[in-house]
Each structure stands twice: as structure tokens, then as C-alpha cells.
């Protein structure tokens, strides 16, 4: 049973915070207070922040797919 648990955190902090983790480097701030950010804004305003989570990871996911792509004339 522990080893399903590890398994699953393990899986929640390498997908679900990446978000937190890729914002976290681009304002020089800890992974963790971002997270936390999150998770209590979540409460304070009923899960609002929440959309704004899933957008950001919809625009990341996104631009990953842009930058694989490689030109025509690059053959």
C-alpha cells in the first residue's frame, strides 16, 4: 500500500506541479510558495484559481507541441 501512494505522489509532483514549478522559475520564487498560493487562493475563492491553473497548463503543453515542430525548409 505505501508503494502506491509513493507511486501516485510521485506522479501528482512530476505532472500536476508543473505549472507551479515552471511559474516558480520565472518569478524566482520557491516551487513551494506557489503552490501554497494556490491551494489557498483555491479556498479563499472557492476554486477560481483553479481555472487559471488549467489554463496556464493548457498554454505550456501547447507551446511544447510548437517548439517540436521543425520548419518545412529544415530537412
Known amino acids: 500500500m505505501g508503494k502506491l501512494i509513493d507511486h501516485i ?3 501528482f509532483e ?9 511559474l516558480g522559475e520565472k ?6 510558495t506557489v503552490r501554497m498560493f494556490f491551494i489557498y487562493a483555491s479556498f ?4 477560481s484559481p ?3 491553473y488549467l489554463a496556464l497548463a493548457f498554454i505550456m503543453n ?3 507541441y510548437l517548439r517540436r515542430r521543425s ?3 529544415d530537412f
Open 62 to 64: 501547447f507551446r511544447k
Open 9 to 11: 505522489q510521485l506522479f
Open 27 to 32: 518569478l524566482g520564487v520557491a516551487t513551494s
Open 14 to 22: 512530476g505532472y500536476a506541479f508543473g505549472v507551479c514549478t515552471r
Open 50 to 52: 483553479v481555472l487559471i
Open 44 to 47: 479563499i475563492t472557492f476554486g
Open 71 to 73: 520548419p518545412i525548409w
